[in-house]
């Protein structure tokens, strides 16, 4: 059964899932920018040490106990395999076979998996308000990436089943963080999060071979935000909000990250806008005010 939910608790919640949003969806132009500049598991790998190590370093600074108890190894291990290298990776291997937008539709399916999760592992039923709000978002999601629809073929289904995995696995990682929180501090939680799931992505890119000398300072500042903001404030607000938030509400107010990303190229790298951006934002925000009813 769910707990009852203070009014200060779900603006709260809100509050953390709109900068998520917000981070992650201008995550997208970032990352394409920075995939002309440098080798891919390279920028992960880079990104993903300095989150880690700032992190750390507020955690330290709040006073915050670094080192988990050893109960907390195993599942710690877990939720960042779910929910922080499942994705990156399954967002960067994806692309090997599949369009940008072709792997965007496929990774945000997620919410769909999060709140079919969500009822038999949680019991968050899944009512008729629940229902049209993930609708309405996943409608705004097909809209947004409807002019260039999958084009099925055995050359893509490597794409489709490691962008589809990397989905259902985030999905699972949010369900189980909202169903068992890891007993630790917020910051250390992060920290920890995203500097054991940096592993796996590091090692593939012991096998690339960036050109440091030609990184320009816009590049080298990317790369610092990447780690600051979407790899770790957002991660941390993310969590902040599953605490408070149903995770089939949390998920589906997340359909919100695709339209700030098209919109965040348009502004930030030039992609061009066109009405069904608009369209698709209008059904995204319906859905999430729904889901903010339930």
């Not at 008729?128 to 073929?153: F, Y």
């Not at 920890?192 to 592993?199: K, Y």
């Not at 610092?224 to 957002?234: C, E, I, Q, T």
Request: hydrophobic share 55%.
């Amino acid at each position: 059964m769910e707990k009852p939910r203070s009014p200060g608790a779900i603006v709260q919640g809100f509050g953390c899932l709109l900068l998520t949003a917000v981070s992650w969806g201008l995550n997208w132009p970032l990352v394409k920018f920075l995939l002309t500049q440098m080798p891919p598991f390279t920028m992960r790998a880079a990104a993903g040490a300095l989150g880690a190590s700032a992190t750390f370093a507020v955690a330290a600074w709040l006073g915050e106990r670094l080192l988990p108890r050893a109960d907390q190894w195993r599942p710690l291990l877990l939720s960042s395999m779910l929910n922080f290298t499942s994705f990156m990776a399954a967002s960067t291997l994806g692309m090997l076979w599949l369009s940008a937008s072709e792997a965007v539709i496929i990774a945000y399916t997620m919410p769909f998996w999060a709140v079919l999760m969500a009822w038999p592992v949680l019991g968050e039923r899944l009512n008729p308000t629940r229902l049209a709000a993930l609708v309405l978002g996943l409608a705004g999601v097909g809209v947004l990436m409807g002019t260039q629809p999958i084009q099925a073929s055995w050359a893509k289904l490597p794409g489709a089943a490691v962008a589809l995995a990397g989905a259902v696995m985030f999905a699972l990682g949010t369900v189980l963080s909202k169903r068992r929180p890891l007993a630790l501090p917020p910051v250390v939680s992060v920290a920890w999060q995203v500097g054991l799931g940096s592993v796996p992505l590091a090692l593939p890119a012991v096998f690339e071979r960036p050109h440091w000398d030609a990184i320009s300072p816009p590049v080298a500042l990317s790369v610092v935000y990447l780690g600051l903001v979407p790899l770790s404030l957002a991660y941390l607000t993310w969590f902040r909000a599953l605490r408070v938030l149903p995770a089939s509400t949390a998920s589906t107010a997340i359909l919100m990250v695709p339209v700030i990303g098209v919109f965040g190229s348009a502004m930030l790298i030039g992609e061009p806008l066109e009405t069904r951006q608009f369209v698709a934002l209008a059904l995204t925000l319906a859905g999430v005010g729904l889901a903010a009813r339930t």
